[in-house]
């Protein structure tokens, strides 16, 4: 048998029989069922793409609003609350200087570990002179008239009669403020008085929970002999006398925490309002009870305990639901009613303000006016019981409670 190529190499012929080349596919065309997994292959992983870009764009828009901390603390965030799903999935009002992803750890902020007092008095609570009551007032770092008429009035030394025999330390907290000048016309005030504290935070509303935290701090580091704490506002006149003899009928001085007790308040979910509260900050229909920040008394084995539970208690802007509600709580500490106590403004009636302990939203000048008739001893009057508000009705201060029932008493 022989095979012969034609003369151009081309064709074949076998026995005579003439055999053409096979025509391939063109070499891009392929199998078309190969092509088709390669189409697909290569959606699924754009589409997983998109789905990776899209999943880290959602971490980092938030992340990157919050970084800041809050109101200009400077810490870096956490995701804390619900799923960060949540967030998109049922969109609600942040808090300023608080958002979603703010970190409501407090050891990031209270430094438990450091020292973070920029100012403190030298002499305030030496071994061999510690108070057997401290007040500490919280105060506004450009409230310097609120503090001068304390110092004039309630708080001057001359003039306590009745517990001279008895130690008694009045102080002042502040934060920091972004302005330069204000700090350093609080250096030149202490400088004069040697009565102030300021602990290194920015001073602003919502940062109330950091300075009381930091007033725990300080207190249990710096004065832990002393036997009785209270904490109060520049915008409330103490009488001392009636506190001390109120602290020194007590039984014992130890498991104290009274104040003006309220019970059964709701968070107010309303973002416009100055106390409003978002849910992913607390989630609970009512808050625990827990006694008006505009004063409180506790011995100081409370102030241990309270500050303890605070370095593990997620942070709540509202510093006294939190610290003798929230804390209270977690340390199984119960806050006590004490009807001297009161977070509304009392009327100017002499007989009324010489039974009270405290009274509430008292300018500079009435100071002055309720000091200079408590000193007059020439009025007498009839014994009054101290009117204890009701705790009912809507929206009073942050917080709005029930209508009078049966389940909303204070016990």
Known sequence: MECRPDVHGVNFKWKGVLLLPMELPPAATGNPIHNARGKMSFIRRLGLGCIVLAF????????????????GIGEVTSPSGPSWLSRYLEPVAELHGWTFNTSRNLNSYIHPQDNTTV?????????????????????????QKQRIAIRDTWASATDMSFYNSTSVKVLFLLGQSENETLNNLVLEENQEYGDIIQE?????????????????????TNCPQATYLMKTDDDMYI????????????????DTLIGSLICNARPILDPKNKWYTPKYMFSEKTY???????????????AVKLYESALSTPLLHLEDVYITGLCARRAKLRPVDHPGFSYAQRKLDFCVLKSAITAHRVDTSTMHTIWN???NSNITCQEKKVTVQHRHGRNFGYFSVKKRSTNNRCV
């Open 239 to 254: 009488n001392v006398d009636n506190l001390i003899k109120a602290l020194k009928s007590r039984q014992r001085s130890s």
């Open 119 to 143: 100012l403190s008095p030298d002499d305030s609570c030496t071994l061999s002179a510690s108070p057997y009551l401290l007040i500490v007032v919280c105060s506004a770092v450009d409230h």
């Open 56 to 71: 880290l764009g959602l971490l980092y828009v938030p992340a990157y609003h919050s970084a800041q901390g809050p109101l």
């Open 288 to 302: 625990p009870n827990y006694l008006s920040g505009t004063g409180y008394v506790m011995s100081l084995d409370v």
């Open 200 to 220: 290194r935070f920015i001073d602003a509303y919502n940062n109330l929970t950091i300075k009381s935290v930091m007033l725990l701090k300080w207190v249990t």
């Open 373 to 375: 008739k408590l000193k």
